[in-house]
């Protein structure tokens, strides 16, 4: 058989080995993790929990529903051949096979044998994992205890040892504090903290290190922009024409919110009812953006009750998917097809944020940029402030004299000077910053709308109410407020430990590459089953326990073994685990295209680690902005040290996204994101080649290689690759770059004009004292260097 046919059968079989999930074929069939899945992705859109549109009155996703006692009873526990379910879906009658032919779906033959697996093994059902209340167990023994650091090491070595598989390696240090600084900061250690950690003997070293980056800024920096996607924050309003609104305070007082280790129960809280706290701070007014940074259309016809539809739908698509890793969104027209939401859930929830004052932009939003989304608040630097308290001051006084003064030469005098103060404060306003706060008003009456429809007002009036499913909410209060359902959200007794277990979740996701549960927003029946639902379970349980403090659960986590396990599989462990379900080995994975963007900065020397402020705009094609209408604007680049901030803090375009983000798979923020993609394309490749900010760190970098490199080339090369990659060049990495810096040398002393070119790329000054063909040439090497999949991957 030739080889390519070979490889691809191997291929075709080691997918197809894929469709059994792997603790299934190990042993006994678990309801949650093989069939749930299967009856939901195949079953509940005709026989689920939208009673609109199910079919035989048929209910599945109920255990009453499949194990009736009646005639009716569509399973025979450990009957399969007796029942009508296994005799359905492994029917090869057209006009008797379930699902139907015309359904588009169609169970593989693993699924089929799984099912009558399960009916064989008594048909044993279970509540849906993510609607029940994590549990305690006891933490698993293992044989091999030298390896656990601590529980979480146990759950995962239980597992490797049931199926004789071996942990990876524990990293190198150089590999492991690069690991650390970029999923704790999202920089690259410098070559002096590699240094200083390497050659650190103590046990706590590691430790050390751990909350040396824990008590970094940029720590804040580096969690936040995980946050931002969730909460879809962009710097403009995303419908019609897309303008500015005034919203970068909110990312600032997340940023600070991760630094100042603000409890989580307290982070949601702030986020959703700040405004309803007692006498709340001006953060807590801040953090209320959360409500206001949804998309918004300010093109003047637009029809008041629509849009309030359509907000309050994104309003709570974003709501559960953020805080209850739910789909509440499919309820906005009919009653959820897979999951145990109601449509009538779905506009209940909406009234919890009836009170949101988003009428002023309705009535004034305009085409200018920014746009005017009241209500907004002025946020005074501590000098505008005094300038505006003299200013003020001044004022009364004045006013008070005019009263008493009778002489006109003297009240003319008087009233020129106010006028000239009331402008002067009126400056102070033009140049300060505003954000966007909620403030709550009277409640606006919310029905529920048949089919989503906005123009029907047939649907019945609700008030708040979290999902039935889930019990009742009580307050003392005649009405249900957004405080009530943020403190249901954390509440032990409410909702509280199922959102730790989505939030625990997603701490893993970013530090292991993918969740425990591997659909992180969707915990219905789309989504996956965990993985080690006890590990995410106790993963819950510990947050909880330590008060929702964040940077325990992620300290927690970068401390076990597991964390520092090696990336680099050997073959056995890809045969065995090929997407490394059960965690033998670390992940590799493509940095997030901010930290891309960051690390070609800092390793060149330009980046500037000024926390918080307006956003910036680096460089970016002309034109881009071409189609951007109402109004019709022109990109300006920023022309100072804004240039070379990080990327959390670049404008954020919805319809528009700056061309360096989207390439490497930065969302465009109108949804939550609660997972990015991790593509592999030449337009990344050729954004890191001429993308001016790469070009222009790269001539930047060069600049540092000649000067502080050494005397001799090869000494140089050294000494840029460990400041790329931490590491020393192999011998034949070293060659290469020689190989490279030599023939770029002869090329630009063929074109000099090239060479003065591309060592003048960007606003950067260029050292006049070095040669330009040396400059030039060392350039190219510095590019190739940046380039280095070494460089843009967290390993």
């Avoid at 005639?71 to 051949?81: L, N, R, T, Y």
């Avoid at 109108?670 to 991790?678: K, L």
């Avoid at 490749?685 to 540092?704: C, G, I, Y």
């Avoid at 003048?760 to 004292?769: F, P, Q, R």
Wanted: with cysteine; glycine share 4%; net charge neutral.
């Amino acid at each position: 058989m030739p080889w390519v046919i070979l490889r691809s059968l191997i291929c075709f079989l080691a997918v197809l080995s894929l469709c059994v999930p792997p603790e299934a074929a190990a042993g006994k069939v678990d309801f949650n993790r093989d069939i749930r899945p299967i009856l939901s992705r195949n079953c509940f859109h005709c026989h689920g929990p939208d009673a609109t549109h199910r079919e035989a009155d048929l209910r599945l996703d109920r255990e009453q529903g499949l194990k009736a006692t009646d005639e009716s009873a569509i399973i025979h526990p450990g009957q399969p051949d007796q029942s009508v379910l296994f005799e359905r879906v492994s029917s090869k009658d057209p006009d008797l096979v379930m699902p139907p032919a015309d359904s588009g779906k169609k169970l593989k033959p693993t699924e089929v044998n799984l099912i009558r697996q399960w009916i064989a093994e008594g048909s044993p059902w279970s509540q849906h994992w993510s609607y029940v209340i994590p549990q305690p167990v006891k933490t698993p023994t293992v044989n091999d205890q030298n390896w656990t650091v601590n529980w979480i090491d146990n759950f995962i070595l239980s597992r490797l040892e049931a199926e004789n598989l071996k942990p990876a390696e524990e990293a190198d240090k150089v590999t492991l504090i690069r690991r650390l600084s970029f999923d704790l900061t999202g920089l690259p250690p410098t070559p002096a903290e590699v240094k200083r950690f390497v050659d650190d003997p103590s046990p706590a070293a590691y430790e050390k290190l751990v909350d040396r980056l824990l008590a970094s800024p940029h720590y804040g920096e580096r969690m936040a922009i995980y946050w931002l996607d969730l909460v879809r924050f962009a710097d403009t309003v995303g419908y019609h024409g897309d303008q500015d609104h005034h919203i970068s305070p909110y990312r600032d007082y997340v940023i600070d919110a991760f630094n100042q280790n603000l409890s989580y129960d307290q982070f949601v809280r702030e986020q959703l009812a700040g405004d309803l706290l007692p006498e709340p701070t001006l953060q807590q007014k801040i953090a209320t953006g959360y409500n206001r940074v949804l998309q918004t259309s300010h093109e003047g016809g637009v029809q008041r009750k629509e849009y309030l539809a359509i907000y309050a739908a994104d309003r709570i698509r974003n709501f559960s998917g953020v805080f209850m890793g739910a789909t509440m969104g499919c309820c906005q027209c009919h009653d959820h097809k897979y999951d145990p939401y109601t449509i009538k859930d779905f506009y209940s929830m909406v009234s919890f944020f009836a009170d949101i004052d988003e009428d002023q932009h309705l009535r004034r939003g305009a085409d200018r940029i920014p746009t005017i989304r009241e209500p907004e608040i002025f946020l005074y630097t501590d000098q505008e402030n005094a300038q505006i308290a003299q200013i003020e001051s001044r004022i009364r006084t004045i006013e008070m004299s005019l009263k008493s003064t009778e002489q006109k030469q003297g009240q003319q005098q008087l009233k020129q000077e106010l006028e000239k103060l009331k402008k002067s404060r009126g400056a102070i306003d033009r140049s300060a910053m505003k954000t966007m706060i909620t403030v709550s008003i009277k409640p606006r009456e919310i029905r529920i709308l048949p089919r989503g429809n906005w123009l029907d007002e047939s649907g019945r009036v609700v008030q708040p109410a979290i999902p039935e499913f889930l019990g009742t909410l009580k307050s003392d209060h005649a009405r249900l407020t957004r405080l009530d359902l943020a403190d249901w959200l954390s509440d032990r007794q409410g909702y509280g430990p199922l959102m730790a277990r989505v939030m625990a979740n997603r701490f893993w996701y970013l530090f292991f590459g993918r969740g425990i549960a591997p659909v992180l927003d969707d915990f219905g029946g789309q989504g996956g089953p965990p993985h080690y639902p006890e590990l995410l379970d106790q993963l819950a349980i510990k947050f909880l326990n330590d008060q929702w403090d964040m940077k325990q659960m992620v300290k927690f986590i970068v401390m076990s073994r597991a964390y520092r396990q090696s990336s680099i599989e050997s073959t056995e462990q890809r045969t065995a685990d090929p997407f490394n379900h059960w965690l033998n080995r670390q992940a590799r994975f493509r940095l997030p295209a901010e930290m891309i963007r960051d690390n070609a900065l800092a390793v060149s020397g330009l980046l500037v680690t000024e926390i918080g402020g307006p956003s910036v705009k680096p460089y970016q094609p002309a034109g881009y902005y071409r189609h951007l209408n109402f109004p019709k604007r022109k990109y300006v680049a920023d022309t100072d040290d804004r240039q070379w901030r990080r990327g959390l803090y670049v404008h954020w375009q919805r319809q528009f996204l700056h061309p360096m983000l989207k390439a490497f798979d930065a969302p465009s923020r109108e949804e939550c994101t609660a997972q990015r993609p991790r593509s592999n394309t030449p337009i990344a490749a050729m954004t890191l080649l001429n993308d001016p900010t790469f070009v222009e760190s790269s001539r930047k970098f060069a600049e540092d290689v000649v000067r502080n490199g050494g005397i001799s080339d090869s000494a140089k090369i050294q000494y840029a690759f460990i400041k790329a990659t931490s590491r020393q060049p192999e011998k034949m990495e070293l060659e290469v770059l020689l190989t490279l810096l030599n023939s770029n040398r002869t090329a630009f002393s063929a074109k000099p004009n090239s060479a003065e070119s591309l060592t003048h790329t960007g606003l950067a000054t260029t050292n006049s004292n070095l040669d330009t063909i040396e400059l030039a040439a060392w350039t190219e090497v510095a590019r190739a260097l940046l380039n280095l999949n070494e460089v843009v991957t967290r390993n």
